[in-house]
């Protein structure tokens, strides 16, 4: 009996031997291996990022998201930024706004029906200006509130057009002044546009990534050129080429100039070809001719 105890026993721990050598450890292997891997990549993607201020790759899915018919007839027909691009880049934007339509909730305030038509624009919105990065979700908002016209805001007690409030995670935004955005295309003022440029700007600061890194050292290279060429600065401030609502502080100037940049790029590189570049290079933004 007890032979046969110590011959089971034995039989036992070559069997756990034979499981630590035959599977345990070089699954323990393999898995350290690909942890090295993977933070080799990530040092690898920081020290590009550092050096060339853009990410190795933007565009990478296992199975492209579609929209409905009508969805992408709305995307076609009334944002004339998908017209712009190539038809590769026209899917990978496609897919952008199905992922933003299903992760953000939509709220009609006053009684007002959300529709197709504004789930498209206002993701559209959201999508173009993140288009150049990998990460193009802001973590700051999972929901829009849409009221049909201006509205009176409990962040200020003033009417408001949009806004974005970070504590909430919604962007709130007038359906009429974001049709009125879209109608005018060269006034160098869309307050979707504006609102979504807020979230990022927040977003960015608030964690910690490639696409903040690139964004945040981006504005912080167009700060500090504009402090250090005075004259370049003022000459800004005079031509009025953007409102003068863009010089209340950092923030409300980061979203005036990427309006401008979005609206009228020509003349802003015209104007200001330098600010022009970095704008550009923060945003990533190679591609529909800019």
Known sequence: MLLQLLFQTKQQEE?????IYKFIIPIGVVLILLFIIYRL?????????????????????????????????????QYSFY???????QSYFEHRVAVFINQNQFIGKQ???????MKIII???????????????IGLLDKVLLYPEAFFSKLNQNLHKGEFNPSY?????????????????NDNFNVAIHEFVHAMHLDCLNQKGLKAAIFINGFSDIAHF?????????????????????????????SVVIESFIETPEQFNSQFPELYAMVKRMLNFNFANY
């Open 15 to 19: 069997f756990e031997a034979y499981l």
């Open 169 to 185: 995670k919604a962007i709130v935004l007038s359906w009429e002044d974001v049709l009125h955005g879209y109608s005018i295309e």
């Open 226 to 254: 504009l402090e250090t060429n005075p004259n370049y600065k003022q000459n800004v401030v005079n031509s009025k080429y953007f409102r003068a609502y863009a010089y209340t502080n950092q923030f409300e100037f980061l």
């Open 123 to 137: 993701a559209a919105t959201a999508t173009m200006l993140n288009f150049g990065f990998r990460n193009y979700k």
């Open 83 to 89: 017209s712009k691009l190539s038809p590769k880049y």
């Open 41 to 77: 990549q990530r040092l690898f993607q920081f020290l590009y990022v550092s050096k060339y201020r853009k990410p190795v790759f933007n565009h990478f899915y296992f199975r492209l998201k579609r929209l409905t018919p009508l969805q992408l007839s709305i995307l076609k027909n």
């Open 111 to 117: 009684e007002l029906k959300i529709t197709e038509e």
